[in-house]
């Protein structure tokens, strides 16, 4: 869970440099409103660069979470996560589920692909 929560602090403090250190530089994305595959921390940038210009203040937390250990240096979170953001001006909240594969590369856990969407009526 260790780089799960470092991802979530970085996006709590809008922090562009932390939340892409987080990525494999590899890895395999789709966020909530990406239509393509992005497939490099480039892309991860990009997309964490619209989220919080479009929609600062930005705040998220993971709740329900469980992590499923596939080897010892490779495992996959999944839950649910709850944004608080602002958008015109007024505050928005939105669940989504999220699904995170995790592994060790270079030494340092690193999220290997990430895939969110938001929660059906």
Known sequence: MGVANAWVAAVNQQDLDAIVSNFAIDVSFFGTITKTLISDAQGVRQYFAKVIQSYAAVKVELVQVTVTELSADSAV???????????????????????????????????????RSTMPN
């Open 77 to 115: 979170i999944t839950g649910f996560d709850r944004w608080k953001v602002t958008v015109n001006g007024a505050p928005v909240e939105a669940i989504g589920r999220i699904s995170m594969a995790v592994a060790v590369r270079n030494g340092q856990w690193r999220i290997v692909s990430f895939h």
